[in-house]
């Protein structure tokens, strides 16, 4: 696949406007309301000069007596449109980034196992939380302070070209350098603001890393450690921070001291004779005023580009994201139950496989297969055992099953179909899973064991719960299957964790189980408890056990040991003790006194 270009800023502009035609009516208001509150500046303004000609000079003197009549009802009706571009714009912006938001966190949650291999949690929790709010921050502000600005510049520019189009040519000279400038300084806030996307999401990534490990921290005295790593990390945000303020605070006054010499000229220019005599005080101060007074929206407009920058910089790192290619599911085979058969043929698999190279053998040979050449069979309701030392390829099968990778040679066969040909969210209902490394929300007892089975009755939800054990502690808690277990379950031991994840998939009631590692944290007489569940669990089930301690897998219908993703035996209990080999060798080791 082609790499894309890069989008530029007004691409990525669009692209976030193309978000906010949901709520074009109160994107609508909200430009009325910032034009209205522009155009009552202009008018409150054009009343400078009869104000000084006819009022104060007394050529009309019915204009003081409802001058203050004309000033509170101008306040009025501004601040109205003032309230009106706020409220709407906010109500748009709001609505736009929550919509944002939401698409990013589903678009991460069906993105492929290997792209949450490769990216940080805490980088991903940046883009949803910092990226997004720092879109809804920087263009609202932007595109209220760009309207309503723009719109007051160019009516005062209206205004000073209706007085005297003389004096305000002058302004339009210094036009084209105040554009330079602004070129030059958003390109620098672009890349500023990028740097510091990137920036945040290293402290969040760092900040949550040492909080997970606060305890092996603390045990290992890893804190000054951590205190100078974290120093780094927010002294490297620091700087991009500075570099964007430095950026901000220098094209400020240059555009004001440019500004300021065109002020000066049209002091010097009303000294000739021919302009000192065709315009009046009143004319000559309400130039100066609105010259004066177009200083402060020009530092605005430059201001508000770095803001602008900014949330462009958040969209750029947003929509990287979006535009990544979502988990492939070409599968067209509906899959309701399995029968209960599964197969490995000649598989073999690489995680930097590379696809576009299947055909060059000499890049075949060099890759350092994960599993290499792997092959069985399994009936329905029979026990596979896969064991063999840490990093063997035993856990890489099992993920292959579920088509967190999809195998770089060979195939994997399920009721005799290349699983690849199953809709994945069929096949994947197709198993019940204990992982190693129990995940649990922070939610109820019960609803964690019932997160595959959402509908399940309060009945079934108590009968495997007595089935894992898990009632034997629950009945002593506060309220029972309905107590919060906390975040990842820290209110529960590490076995009393296992048990629920084990009732969990006691309750899905699919045709395979896998359990990888599955009583490893249990103590010698929950294991014994749990084994009995599983023993009865596994009657009508495939199963793929996959453990480090061999006692648990005596009655495995096969036994495979794995060694560098190869397959070094295969057999059952009896026959490899027999065999004296390897599997016999882990057994002696384990079990000698």
Excluded at 138 to 160: C, E, H, K, N, W
Excluded at 276 to 284: K, L, M, P, V
């Amino acid at each position: 696949m082609a790499k894309p270009l890069t989008a530029t800023t007004w691409q990525n502009f669009k692209r976030l406007l193309s978000y906010a035609k949901p709520y074009k009516l109160g994107f609508v208001a909200a430009i009325v309301g910032m034009l209205g509150y522009a155009a009552i500046d202009v008018y409150f303004l054009s009343k400078l000069q009869p104000l000084i000609d006819d009022g104060l000079g007394g050529a009309n003197p019915d204009f003081m007596k409802w001058a203050p009549v004309f000033v509170v009802m101008a306040f009025i009706i501004r601040g109205v449109f003032h309230f009106i571009a706020s409220y709407c714009l906010a109500w748009v912006g709001n609505h736009v980034v929550a919509d944002i938001r939401q698409k990013l966190f589903e678009h991460i949650m069906v993105m492929p196992v290997s792209f949450h291999d490769k990216e940080s949690t805490g980088g991903l929790i940046s883009k949803i939380t910092f990226d997004t709010e720092q879109v809804l921050q920087s263009v609202s502000r932007s595109v209220l302070v760009m309207v309503q600005q723009s719109a007051f510049v160019i009516g005062l520019i209206g205004l000073m070209f209706f007085i005297s189009w003389q004096l305000s040519a002058i302004f339009l000279l210094i036009t084209p350098l105040i554009a330079i400038i602004v070129s030059i300084v958003s390109k620098r806030f672009r890349k500023v603001s990028k740097n510091i996307q990137g920036a945040m999401g290293e402290v969040t990534t760092a900040a949550e890393q040492t909080f997970n490990g606060h305890k092996v921290v603390l045990t290992f005295g890893g804190q000054q450690r951590e205190f100078d790593r974290f120093e780094s990390i927010n002294k490297h945000n620091r700087q991009q921070q500075m570099k964007l303020m430095a950026t901000k605070a220098a094209s400020v006054p240059i555009i004001q001291i440019i500004a300021s010499f065109a002020l000066a000229f049209v002091f010097y220019a009303v000294n000739s004779d021919t302009l000192r005599e065709g315009i009046s005080a009143g004319s000559f101060i309400s130039v100066i005023t609105y010259m004066t007074m177009l200083l402060r929206p020009l530092k605005m407009l430059t201001n508000v580009n770095s803001e602008f920058q900014k949330g462009m910089a958040a969209c750029v790192s947003i929509f990287g994201v979006l535009d990544k290619e979502k988990e492939i599911d070409n599968g067209s085979i509906a899959l309701e139950k399995s029968q209960g058969k599964i197969a490995f043929k000649n598989v073999d698999f690489d995680y930097n496989f590379d696809t576009n190279n299947v055909s060059d053998e000499n890049a075949l040979i060099k890759n350092k297969w994960a599993l290499n050449n792997l092959s069985f069979e399994l009936r329905p309701g029979e026990t596979l055992a896969l064991v063999g030392r840490s990093g063997s390829g035993k856990s890489t099968a099992s993920a292959l099953m579920l088509r967190f990778y999809d195998a770089s040679q060979g195939e994997v066969l399920i009721d005799d179909v290349n699983i690849e040909h199953y809709i994945l969210k069929d096949l994947r209902h197709q198993f019940a899973y204990v992982s190693q490394q129990v995940i649990l929300f922070n939610d109820s007892l019960a609803n964690n064991i019932a997160y595959g089975r959402p509908d399940a009755t309060r009945d079934e939800i108590i009968a495997v719960a007595k089935s894992a054990h898990v009632m034997e502690f629950a009945t002593n808690m506060a309220q029972g299957l309905d107590t919060n277990i906390g975040e990842n379950g820290s209110l529960l031991s590490g076995g009393q964790r296992q048990r629920v994840a084990i009732a969990r998939a006691l309750l899905c009631d699919a045709p395979f189980l896998i359990l990888d590692e599955a009583t490893s944290a249990l103590d010698t007489e929950s294991e014994r408890h749990i084994q009995d569940a599983l023993h009865t669990l596994q009657q009508n089930r495939t199963s793929i056990v996959i453990a480090h301690r061999l006692s648990t897998i005596e009655n495995a219908d096969k036994i495979i040991v794995m060694d560098q993703g190869k397959i070094v035996e295969q057999g059952n209990h009896r026959t490899l003790l027999e065999k004296n080999g390897a599997y016999a060798q882990l057994h002696n080791f384990q079990f000698e006194s």
